[in-house]
C-alpha cells in the first residue's frame, strides 16, 4: 500500500487539530506513513502537537509524528505540505484589524488595509517555504496552502515563484454551501455550484441540487433571514460566533441591492463598508474574539489533557479540515475531483486578464487543478474584479521592487479606502507598526523631486 509522508508548516495553528481529525477520519484514502510538524515558534507547536498526537491515538499508532522547527527534517522526501502559517499570529492579526479601524476604514484580517498589510507580511515566509520544500520535498510534492491573504500570497507565488506546485485554497466557499446545504436541507456533497471570482471576492452563479437550479429558492431565503439556519448546530462552531452570524446575515444586504448572484461574504467589506466600520467595536475585534475563544480554548484543552489525561475539546471536523483533506485525495489519486481553488486565468474569464489568479471550479488531478471553462462576465462584476485585482497586483510589486509609491497605489485602489489621503495615512501607521515584518518601502520622489529611478 503506497503511503504519504505529510509536513503541516505553521503546525501551532488553531486549526490542526482539526485538520489532524480530518486525516484520521479519512486514513483509508489517504494513508499516512509519517506526519512533520513544522513551525517557526517550537513552543507553541510542541504544545499543539500534544492535542494532535491524542487525536490520531483515537485511530493508530502506526504513524511517525515530528515536531521540528528544521526546515530539513520537516521536508525532505515529503509527498505533500499543507502551509497554514499566520505571519505575525494574533497579535499582528489585531493591528491590521485595530488600525484601519482608528482611521474610520474597514479592520479585515484579509480585506481592506489589513489584508494588505498581512500580505506584505506573508510574501517572503511564504518564498522561504517554496524554496524549502524544492530543496527538501519530493519533486512531486505539492504545498496546499491556505496561509492567508490567500489571494495576495497566490498572485506572489504566480509572479516569484511560477514553477512552484502550490494549490491555493479557501474554505469560505465550502462553509458557503454548507450553510446553502442546510437551509436546503440536503447534502452539502450534493450541490454543484458555478462560481467566479477572486479569493474573497466572488459569486456564486448557479447552485444546483439533483439537476435543478434551487438558487431562486436561496435567493428567497437570504432575503428574508440571510445565508443562515435557525438551527445553528448545522454550522461548524468557528462560524456560530457572534461575528460570523452577523457575516451570513449581511448577506441579505448585498442581495437586496444585488439579488442575481449569491456574494462570498467577504464581499460585505467591499459593499458595505460604512455599516461594517458603524458596527465594529474598535477595542474588541475578531481577532480578540479568537484569541479569547479558539485559542485559549485549544491551549487550556491542552493543559488540561497533560494533567488529567481527558481531552475535553474532541476538535470535531469542519469544514476546513474537510476541505483541504477532500483537494489533498484528489491530488494524490488523481481522481479530478470537481472543487473552487484558485488557479491563473489563462482564458477561463476571458474578460479578466490572463495572468489573473482566479478563484473558479475546477478538476483537481495529480497535476494540479484544471479550470472550466467560465466565459465572459457581467461588466459590475468584471469591475469590481479589475480594481481589486490591481490593488493586489501592485501590492506585489510594491513589495518586489520595495515601493512606497506603489504600496500607496495598491491603498488607494482598494475599494475599502475613501481617499488617497485616508490610504496614505492608514499605510503610514501599518508601516510603523510592521516595522519587523514588512520589506523597507522607499520613495522614488522626495518634495517634487526624483531621487532614484
Ligand atoms: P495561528 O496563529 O493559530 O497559527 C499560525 C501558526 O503559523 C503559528 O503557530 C505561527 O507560529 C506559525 N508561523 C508563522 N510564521 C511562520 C513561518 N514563517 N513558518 C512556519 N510557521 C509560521 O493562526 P490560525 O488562526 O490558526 O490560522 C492559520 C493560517 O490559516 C492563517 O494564515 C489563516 O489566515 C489561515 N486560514 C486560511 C483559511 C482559508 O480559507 N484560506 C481558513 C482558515 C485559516
Ligand atoms: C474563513 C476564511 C479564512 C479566514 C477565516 C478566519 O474561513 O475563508 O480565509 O482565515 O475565515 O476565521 P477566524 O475564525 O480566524 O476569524
Ligand atoms: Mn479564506
Given amino acids: 500500500m503506497k503511503t504519504y509522508k505529510l509536513a503541516i508548516a505553521g503546525g501551532g495553528s488553531t486549526y490542526t487539530p482539526g485538520i489532524i481529525r480530518s486525516l484520521m477520519e479519512r486514513l483509508e484514502d489517504l494513508p499516512l506513513s509519517e506526519i512533520r510538524f513544522y513551525d517557526i515558534d517550537g513552543e507553541r507547536q510542541s504544545k499543539v502537537v500534544i492535542a494532535a498526537k491524542a487525536v490520531i491515538s483515537e485511530y493508530t499508532d502506526k504513524i511517525v509524528i515530528v515536531d521540528t522547527t528544521d526546515p530539513e527534517t520537516a521536508f525532505t522526501d515529503a509527498d505533500f505540505v499543507f502551509a497554514q502559517m499566520r505571519v505575525g499570529k494574533y497579535k499582528m492579526r489585531e493591528l491590521d484589524e485595530k488600525i484601519p479601524l482608528s482611521h474610520d476604514v474597514v ?51 504566480r509572479k516569484l515563484r511560477p514553477k512552484a506546485r502550490v494549490l491555493n485554497i479557501c474554505d469560505m466557499p465550502v462553509a458557503t454551501m454548507r450553510n446553502m446545504s442546510a437551509i436546503l436541507g440536503v447534502n452539502r456533497e450534493d450541490l454543484v455550484v458555478d462560481y467566479f471570482g477572486l479569493n474573497h471576492f466572488g459569486w456564486f452563479t448557479k447552485v444546483e441540487v439533483y439537476g435543478v437550479d434551487r438558487l431562486p429558492e436561496l435567493r428567497e431565503h437570504i432575503h428574508k433571514h440571510g445565508l443562515l439556519t435557525e438551527d445553528i448546530s448545522k454550522i461548524d462552531y468557528r462560524h456560530a460566533d457572534a461575528s460570523w452570524i452577523k457575516t451570513f446575515k449581511n448577506i441579505k444586504l448585498i442581495m437586496d441591492f444585488f439579488p442575481e448572484y449569491i456574494p462570498n461574504p467577504y464581499l460585505q467589506y467591499y459593499l458595505l463598508p460604512d455599516l461594517i466600520v458603524e458596527t465594529s467595536n474598535k477595542e474588541y475585534t475578531r481577532a480578540n474574539e479568537v484569541m479569547n475563544g479558539r485559542e485559549k480554548t485549544l491551549f487550556e484543552t491542552v493543559k488540561q489533557y497533560e494533567e488529567t489525561g481527558v481531552l475535553s475539546d474532541q476538535f470535531h471536523v469542519g469544514v476546513h479540515g474537510i476541505f483541504i483533506v477532500d483537494v489533498t485525495v484528489s491530488l494524490a489519486k488523481n481522481l479530478g475531483k470537481r472543487y473552487l481553488v484558485m488557479v491563473e486565468n489563462n482564458g477561463t474569464i476571458p474578460n479578466l486578464p490572463d495572468d489573473a489568479m482566479v478563484e473558479v471550479p475546477c478538476l483537481i488531478n495529480a497535476d494540479g487543478p484544471a479550470p472550466e471553462y467560465v466565459g465572459d462576465i457581467p461588466y459590475f462584476y468584471k469591475a469590481m474584479i479589475d480594481q481589486q485585482l490591481a490593488s493586489e497586483k501592485i501590492l506585489v510589486e510594491a513589495i518586489t521592487e520595495g515601493s512606497y509609491e506603489k504600496a500607496l497605489q495598491a491603498f488607494t485602489l482598494n475599494k475599502t479606502l475613501p481617499s488617497s489621503k485616508v490610504a496614505k495615512a492608514v499605510l503610514d501607521d501599518l508601516i510603523e507598526a510592521n516595522k519587523a515584518y514588512w520589506p523597507e518601502l522607499k520613495s522614488k520622489y522626495r518634495d517634487g523631486v526624483l531621487i532614484h529611478s
Fill in 107 to 157: 479592520g479585515q484580517e484579509t480585506c481592506g488595509p489589513g489584508g494588505l498589510a498581512y500580505g506584505l507580511r506573508t510574501i517572503s515566509p511564504m518564498v522561504e517555504l517554496i524554496d524549502f520544500v524544492e530543496q527538501y520535498a519530493k519533486e512531486t510534492c505539492w504545498i496546499v496552502n491556505y496561509s492567508n491573504p490567500a489571494s495576495i500570497v497566490a498572485e506572489a507565488v
